[in-house]
């Protein structure tokens, strides 16, 4: 079974950072695109970041623009989102999720692709 483990969140004051850890295990990494998503209680969750694996482009939700940065360690089989300048409106369980690549077209950014979802770690962001 494809399994993902997101680690990383934490309490953290306004304007400072951090890094999530998303390690993936029992598949291939490059056969899948990796995204990072939160939600928070109430809301819709929201797609927050990817590295698309055909082609390695980039989506940054535009909340979280100049702020974050995705990158993706095929070596260890992890993806990481480092978050800085972190807003209290950044507050949510952020997770991670795998969607499998099934042709060249695939775009990390097409979110209803995802099909495996690991659990998530809360962020709080104080004012």
């Known amino acids: 079974d494809v399994q993902l483990q997101a680690s990383g969140g934490g309490l953290v004051q306004a304007g400072g950072s951090l890094r999530l850890s998303c390690v993936a295990s029992?598949?291939?990494?490059?056969?899948?695109?990796i995204a990072w998503f939160r939600q928070v209680l109430g809301k819709e969750r929201e797609g927050v970041s990817c590295?698309?694996?055909?082609?390695?482009?980039?989506y940054y939700a535009d909340s979280v623009k100049g702020r974050f940065t995705v990158s993706n360690d095929y070596s260890k089989d992890t993806a990481y989102l480092q978050m800085n300048s972190l807003k209290p409106e950044d507050t949510a369980v952020y997770s991670c999720?795998?969607?499998?690549?099934?042709?060249?077209?695939?775009?990390?950014?097409?979110?209803?692709?995802?099909?495996?979802w690991g659990q998530g770690t809360q962020v709080t962001v104080s004012s």
């Open positions: 590295i698309s694996t055909n082609d390695g482009t980039e």
């Open positions: 029992e598949f291939i990494f490059r056969d899948y695109d």
């Open positions: 999720a795998a969607a499998p690549m099934r042709g060249p077209a695939d775009r990390c950014g097409d979110f209803d692709r995802y099909e495996y």
